[in-house]
């Protein structure tokens, strides 16, 4: 987050009233409501919990409703069996409910699909069918890298439903970090497509997975989805004995596929993301808190209604899309659109365009987003009627006041309450929000815990304190189960503070009188660029591997429209300091080589040194402060001081 958007939001005093016509009919209607059931889920938490899991279906009831007895290792409803795919999709694949719209779907070239849910129980029903033809067992762990087309959503529930650990890829990875991560997960297949729609150009996902999985031994197969379902298929290599088709495999499969009986604390899915630290650790999520916790935030938070028309433009491959695209919307027998493209393509309203087209009713997007769409102009906007519209979230990273006040303006046309909504792929659901008919909103505060989460803000003595480090004191149903294969970092990441007591998320915060939580930002070596984090150790040993770099150092400075953009240092090997734009570029192509693009720098700056403290330590915060310019006060313990200078005149070039 930038310090101006720091300033602004500490400057923040707006409070905006949650509109009378809305809470009339929100699900949750007045804050007296909101403050007895927050007091219930904190007081008699087991109880509460227990009567929410209720509302979704059980083979069998659980035991216990929280097992805290291996912590940090909690199991929720823990002797209970459900199927995340039953609830999502069977519970409303009947009656009339059947007929409802659970997926419209548009493809960037304006495309589309409606899948209702009787359609999308046959859909998902044939997919796990087809897994179970090509081997697939329970248990066993699938990779998908895929386009935003249904079959992504559809590729999840198949899994889910046969009891398949699915590990979703965002499409936008490189064939190493494909490599790395079906490597870690051991997946046995791999799910992609011939191509899908991006800015007016087709992805090649084929050829990026075949060169990922070149020396991946326990991968066994490689299933290939056509874009057009249709249509003809496109042009991709195919290995015999290894690929298969999706269109071939499925047509030999029955749509009739009972969903298997899960163990509440079975492994549901493993999403990969970064640390401050190494690799990419796999997140676990389990079916059982996972499911509730999903569940009732979606209920809630988005107030969702089954003539709602919900639209998250997440992409699956991140935790918001599989919490709030597929799980969440889906258990609450709502509509989902889901859009394959680019925002502005092919101009900067496609987004209101499908608004008005679809009559979206609660639309759920990230900062970033905003403010691009604050950058190209109102009149994309006024084009359109958004008057579909009644509520509005923002996910990501904290929201400036500024895009905050234009949202609720221009899209929310001032009668939509705004959910800032707080949360982490480890967290596996909202944790932080206002909810829509209850909470007094202030531009760039996600406000208050939401049921169950007893969240504060702590010293490190685990003091409470105006302004410190975001802790969450009790375990949540879906809070993440570990790192794969790594209990260690595990315990290192989450449970290194206040003597493993609380869950520590790795952010920043305030709270202030009204005991409003404005989140901060990361106070690790996370780095938020357009609501993806990307840890800057994971760029620095990628540069590294290039012959000519010596050492690498990588940090996060302000950016008007990402939030965050990457500035690279860059020492070289020899006496050379100075680089060249052709190294820029090979340095470039190796970022998108071993991480993917939208990891590429804002900026390389090669430089003779690097600041250090006398152990050796690079002095990250005074890299940032000399590239914004800020007063770079004491800087003794440096063990060269003369690097400053020379770094500034760098930075200046
Ligand atoms: O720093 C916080 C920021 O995004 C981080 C989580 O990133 P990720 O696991 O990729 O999940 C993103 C989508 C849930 C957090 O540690 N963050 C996310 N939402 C907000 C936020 N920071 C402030 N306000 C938010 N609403």
């Given at each position: 987050m930038?310090s101006?958007?720091?300033?602004?939001?500490?400057?923040?005093?707006?409070?905006?009233?949650?509109?009378?016509?809305?809470?009339?009919?929100?699900?949750?209607?007045?804050?007296?409501?909101?403050?007895t059931?927050?007091?219930?889920?904190?007081?008699?938490?087991?109880?509460?919990?227990?009567?929410?899991?209720?509302e979704?279906?059980?083979?069998?009831?659980?035991?216990?409703?929280?097992?805290?007895?291996?912590?940090?290792?909690?199991?929720?409803?823990?002797?209970?069996?459900?199927?995340?795919?039953?609830?999502a999709?069977?519970?409303?694949?009947?009656?009339?409910?059947?007929?409802?719209?659970?997926?419209?779907?548009?493809?960037?070239?304006?495309?589309?699909?409606?899948?209702?849910?009787?359609?999308?129980?046959?859909e998902?029903?044939?997919?796990?069918?087809?897994?179970?033809?090509?081997?697939?067992?329970?248990?066993?762990?699938?990779?998908?890298?895929?386009?935003?087309?249904?079959?992504?959503?559809?590729a999840?529930?198949?899994?889910?439903?046969i009891?398949?650990?699915?590990?979703?890829?965002?499409?936008?990875?490189?064939?190493?970090?494909?490599?790395?991560?079906?490597?870690?997960?051991?997946?046995?297949?791999v799910?992609?497509?011939?191509?899908?729609?991006?800015?007016?150009?087709?992805?090649?996902?084929?050829?990026?997975?075949?060169?990922?999985?070149?020396?991946?031994?326990?991968?066994?197969?490689?299933?290939?989805?056509?874009?057009n379902?249709?249509?003809?298929?496109?042009?991709?290599?195919?290995?015999?004995?290894?690929?298969?088709?999706?269109?071939?495999?499925?047509?030999?499969?029955?749509?009739?596929?009972?969903?298997?009986?899960?163990?509440?604390?079975?492994?549901?899915?493993?999403l990969?993301?970064?640390?401050?630290?190494?690799?990419?650790?796999?997140?676990?999520?389990?079916?059982?808190?996972?499911?509730?916790?999903?569940y009732?935030?979606?209920?809630?938070?988005?107030?969702?209604?089954?003539?709602?028309?919900y639209?998250?433009?997440?992409?699956?491959?991140?935790i918001?899309?599989?919490?709030?695209?597929v799980?969440?919307?889906?258990?609450n027998?709502?509509?989902?659109?889901?859009?394959?493209?680019?925002p502005?393509?092919?101009?900067?309203?496609r987004?209101w365009?499908?608004?008005?087209?679809?009559?979206?009713s609660?639309?759920?997007?990230?900062?970033?987003?905003?403010?691009?769409?604050?950058?190209?102009?109102?009149?994309?906007?006024?084009?359109?009627d958004l008057?579909?519209?009644?509520?509005?979230?923002?996910?990501?990273?904290p929201?400036?006041?500024?895009?905050?006040?234009?949202y609720?303006?221009?899209?929310?046309?001032?009668k939509?309450?705004?959910?800032?909504?707080?949360?982490?792929?480890?967290?596996?659901?909202?944790?932080?929000?206002?909810?829509?008919?209850v909470?007094?909103?202030?531009?760039?505060?996600?406000?208050?815990?939401?049921?169950?989460?007893?969240?504060?803000?702590?010293?490190?003595?685990?003091?409470?304190?105006?302004?410190?480090?975001?802790?969450?004191?009790?375990?949540?149903?879906?809070?993440?189960?570990?790192v794969f294969?790594?209990?260690?970092?595990f315990?290192?990441?989450?449970?290194c503070?206040?003597d493993?007591?609380?869950?520590?998320?790795?952010?920043?915060a305030?709270?202030?009188?009204?005991?409003y939580?404005w989140?901060?930002?990361?106070?690790?070596?996370?780095?938020?660029?357009s609501?993806?984090?990307?840890?800057?150790?994971?760029?620095?040993?990628?540069?590294?591997?290039?012959?000519?770099?010596?050492e690498?150092?990588?940090?996060?400075?302000?950016?008007?429209?990402?939030g965050?953009?990457?500035?690279?240092?860059v020492?070289?090997?020899?006496?050379?300091?100075?680089?060249?734009?052709?190294?820029?570029?090979?340095?470039?192509?190796?970022?998108?080589?071993?991480?993917?693009?939208?990891?590429k720098?804002?900026?390389?700056?090669?430089?003779?040194?690097?600041?250090?403290?006398?152990?050796?330590?690079?002095?990250?915060?005074?890299?940032?402060?000399?590239?914004?310019?800020k007063?770079?006060g004491?800087?003794?313990?440096?063990?060269?001081?003369?690097?400053?200078e020379?770094l500034?005149?760098?930075?200046?070039?």
């Amino acid at each position: 987050m930038s310090s101006d958007t720091i300033e602004s939001v500490m400057e923040e005093s707006r409070k905006f009233f949650p509109p009378e016509a809305f809470a009339a009919s929100a699900h949750l209607k007045s804050f007296a409501d909101y403050e007895t059931m927050y007091r219930r889920s904190i007081d008699s938490s087991e109880e509460f919990w227990g009567e929410i899991a209720s509302e979704l279906h059980w083979f069998k009831k659980w035991d216990t409703v929280l097992d805290e007895s291996e912590k940090p290792f909690f199991k929720w409803f823990d002797g209970g069996k459900t199927n995340i795919c039953y609830n999502a999709v069977d519970r409303h694949a009947t009656g009339v409910k059947a007929n409802q719209a659970a997926i419209i779907w548009e493809g960037e070239p304006g495309d589309q699909r409606v899948l209702t849910y009787r359609d999308l129980k046959r859909e998902v029903s044939i997919f796990a069918n087809s897994l179970k033809a090509l081997g697939i067992k329970k248990g066993d762990s699938v990779a998908i890298y895929l386009p935003m087309t249904p079959e992504l959503a559809i590729a999840l529930l198949a899994c889910a439903r046969i009891g398949a650990v699915h590990s979703v890829i965002f499409a936008g990875f490189s064939a190493e970090s494909i490599r790395d991560r079906v490597l870690d997960a051991q997946s046995k297949l791999v799910i992609t497509g011939d191509g899908g729609w991006r800015r007016g150009k087709m992805l090649e996902l084929k050829s990026v997975v075949d060169k990922g999985v070149e020396h991946c031994a326990c991968l066994e197969h490689v299933l290939v989805i056509p874009r057009n379902v249709s249509g003809p298929r496109l042009e991709c290599q195919m290995h015999e004995g290894r690929d298969v088709w999706y269109d071939d495999i499925a047509a030999k499969q029955s749509s009739d596929c009972p969903c298997e009986e899960m163990d509440s604390e079975d492994m549901l899915f493993l999403l990969y993301t970064s640390g401050s630290t190494g690799k990419p650790k796999g997140i676990m999520h389990t079916v059982g808190g996972y499911s509730v916790y999903t569940y009732l935030t979606s209920k809630y938070v988005f107030d969702l209604k089954e003539d709602d028309v919900y639209w998250c433009t997440a992409d699956v491959g991140w935790i918001t899309g599989h919490s709030y695209i597929v799980y969440g919307p889906l258990q609450n027998g709502t509509t989902v659109l889901m859009y394959e493209g680019a925002p502005n393509w092919p101009e900067p309203d496609r987004f209101w365009e499908i608004i008005d087209k679809h009559q979206v009713s609660v639309f759920y997007t990230a900062p970033t987003a905003i403010r691009a769409f604050m950058k190209w102009g109102d009149e994309w906007v006024d084009k359109h009627d958004l008057s579909s519209l009644r509520l509005l979230g923002s996910v990501g990273e904290p929201i400036n006041p500024e895009a905050w006040m234009w949202y609720h303006k221009h899209i929310g046309q001032e009668k939509c309450p705004i959910v800032d909504t707080w949360w982490q792929t480890e967290t596996g659901g909202i944790l932080i929000t206002p909810l829509p008919g209850v909470t007094p909103t202030k531009p760039g505060s996600a406000t208050l815990p939401f049921f169950g989460v007893d969240a504060a803000v702590l010293d490190a003595e685990g003091n409470e304190v105006d302004a410190g480090l975001l802790a969450i004191r009790k375990p949540w149903p879906s809070i993440l189960r570990g790192v794969f294969g790594d209990e260690q970092r595990f315990r290192d990441t989450y449970w290194c503070n206040w003597d493993g007591k609380y869950y520590f998320p790795g952010d920043g915060a305030r709270r202030d009188e009204d005991g409003y939580i404005w989140v901060t930002g990361r106070v690790d070596d996370v780095v938020n660029v357009s609501g993806h984090r990307i840890g800057t150790a994971e760029l620095e040993s990628a540069f590294v591997e290039h012959p000519a770099v010596a050492e690498s150092a990588v940090i996060g400075v302000p950016h008007d429209i990402k939030g965050e953009g990457l500035v690279a240092f860059v020492l070289l090997r020899g006496t050379d300091t100075n680089g060249s734009d052709q190294l820029r570029k090979e340095l470039n192509a190796l970022i998108a080589e071993k991480i993917g693009k939208f990891a590429k720098p804002e900026k390389i700056i090669f430089s003779a040194d690097l600041p250090k403290t006398r152990s050796g330590k690079i002095m990250r915060r005074l890299l940032r402060d000399i590239v914004t310019g800020k007063e770079l006060g004491n800087i003794t313990t440096l063990a060269d001081p003369s690097v400053v200078e020379n770094l500034k005149s760098k930075c200046a070039e």
